[in-house]
């Protein structure tokens, strides 16, 4: 059974970049047709897409956040990435990582808080 | 791209069916079979309960239920549990490598 999790600095101070890693487990990330994505919900708000890399190292990235975005995989370690450069308290978020279809997410990690704040 | 319609509350009683909506254009939701539903509890991870508009995944309950019309897809819940009370989100997949989320319906069992 696939299994995800975030993990990353809980605080973020303004203009800097957010760096968290998901970890996988129950299948390896670069073997088959998988896709992994970022998404994120800001406090009492709803989901937004961030971007998807496929298990090939293609990536896809919302267009609202697309200059600041970076997703990358390392098949090895069976981790995926964000970076999100020049952060702001709009970017103050849980950010979830999910898996491994293209299309919908069937597995989602438990989620990680991310406070933008000096 | 903005995000897809979603009423931004829904109720029913026990027993009762509800169905919530999600409206896009025709360049999303009108043009892709690609439309998901998740549920998220307070506190817990999105779930998905319905992918490609009608499908659902192993281990949902088939009181739940999905469909679209034009640019306009659907959930249903027959046969309201206390425990389906929980937010609900549509997606879809709006070409050009995008994915949408409705702003989320709260679901209330009354």
């Known amino acids: 059974q696939l299994q995800l999790q975030e993990s990353g600095p809980g605080l973020v101070k303004p203009s800097e970049t957010l760096s968290l890693t998901c970890t996988v487990s129950?299948?390896?990330?670069?073997?088959?047709?998988?896709?992994w994505a970022w998404i994120r919900q800001p406090p009492g708000k709803g989901l937004e897409w961030i971007g998807t890399?496929?298990?090939?190292?293609?990536?896809y990235y919302n267009p609202s956040l697309k200059s600041r975005v970076t997703i990358s995989l390392d098949a090895s370690k069976n981790h995926f990435y964000l970076k999100l450069s020049s952060v702001a308290a709009a970017d103050t978020a849980l950010y979830y990582c999910?898996?491994?279809?293209?299309?919908?997410?069937?597995?989602w990690g438990k989620g990680t808080t991310v406070t933008v704040s000096s | 791209q903005s995000a897809l319609s979603q009423p931004p509350s829904a109720s029913g009683s026990p027993g009762q069916s509800v169905t919530i909506s999600c409206t896009g254009t025709?360049?999303?939701?009108?043009?892709?079979?690609?439309v998901s539903w998740y549920q998220q509890h307070p506190g817990k991870a999105p779930k998905v309960m319905i992918y490609?508009?009608?499908e659902r995944p192993a281990g949902v309950p088939d009181r739940f239920s999905g469909s679209k019309s034009g640019n306009t897809a659907s959930l249903t819940v027959s046969g309201l549990q206390a425990e389906d009370e929980a937010d609900y989100y549509c997606?879809?997949?709006?070409?050009?490598?995008?994915?949408?989320f409705g702003g989320g319906t709260k679901l209330t069992v009354l």
């Open positions: 999910g898996g491994p279809q293209y299309y919908h997410m069937d597995a």
């Open positions: 129950g299948d390896s990330i670069g073997s088959s047709v998988y896709y």
């Open positions: 890399i496929a298990y090939s190292g293609t990536t």
């Open positions: 025709s360049s999303d939701v009108g043009a892709y079979k690609y």
């Open positions: 490609e508009v009608t």
């Open positions: 997606s879809s997949y709006a070409g050009n490598n995008l994915l949408l």
